[in-house]
């Protein structure tokens, strides 16, 4: 199969912006974040048509248990609710699902629910991962262990080979929303020849459109991975 070159394959996105986006309306931070599950509905539903293999989404860092206890529940909370409500139109939109990061420590009901929304999304065709409770300095960290026990040699490719991604496509671009020009240590070894794009739309606001569009601007990108 020959692959164009200038079609993204694998996107991902740091959404931010969920409280400055309350803040200007004088709203409170958790409807921010329930206007932010909104945009990632509306990207989810619009994922055929990117003609995506994969798009991950940084959801929850393993540095947002800084955050307040009552942020953290309402975030939690509204994980729960949305997979309640959308696993139904995943299933039915071959959408697969994926979680990366370490949410197998988060609480044991979202764990249940999350592993009973991998088993039901299998056989999906397009992939929407989360990063949830993920940190890539861990990532790297887990895989190189994980590399080293196999008693090989460790390696770019054995610890590649171990990262919670290496199913899936390389990363192809990266957005942040919000303004803010730093990874916040998402997919630090994904990210080592991606294309990177910062919007300053706040993630609420982001729209498919403007997804489109970075595909768009990525098609016209130029990629020399160190050649020439
Ligand atoms: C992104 O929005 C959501 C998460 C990090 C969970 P923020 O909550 O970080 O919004 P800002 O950056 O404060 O505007
Ligand atoms: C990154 O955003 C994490 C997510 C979007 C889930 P943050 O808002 O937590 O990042 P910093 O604190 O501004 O670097
Ligand atoms: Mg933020």
């Not at 080979?161 to 929303?177: E, M, Y």
């Not at 098609?219 to 160190?226: F, I, L, P």
Request: proline share 4%.
């Amino acid at each position: 199969m020959v692959l164009d070159q200038s079609r993204a394959r694998h996107v991902a996105i740091i959404m931010d912006g969920n409280g400055r986006w309350a803040k200007k309306r004088a709203l409170p931070r958790a409807v921010g974040h329930q206007r932010g599950v909104e945009a990632v509905r509306r990207l989810v539903r619009a994922l055929e048509g990117t003609g995506l293999e994969c798009l991950t989404l940084y959801a929850f860092s393993s540095e947002n248990w800084k955050r307040p206890d009552e942020e953290v529940d309402d975030l939690m909370n509204l994980m729960r609710k949305f997979i309640k409500s959308d696993l139904p139109e995943f299933i039915a939109n071959d959408v697969k699902l994926k979680i990366i990061g370490d949410w197998q420590s988060l609480a044991p009901d979202i764990v249940a629910m999350l592993e009973d929304a991998l088993a039901q999304t299998a056989n999906g065709k397009q992939t929407l991962a989360v990063a949830l409770n993920y940190g890539g300095q861990h990532e790297i960290a887990r895989a190189a262990a994980k590399a080293a026990a196999g008693g090989g040699e460790v390696s770019i490719d054995t610890i590649a080979a171990h990262l919670d991604t290496a199913d899936l496509p390389p990363l192809d671009l990266l957005i942040r929303t919000s303004g803010e020009i730093r990874l916040s240590n998402f997919l630090l070894w994904q990210a080592a020849y991606a294309e990177m794009l910062f919007v300053d739309t706040l993630w609420p606001d982001f729209e498919p459109a403007h997804l489109l569009q970075a595909l768009d601007d990525f098609a016209r990108r130029e990629r020399r991975y160190g050649g020439r």
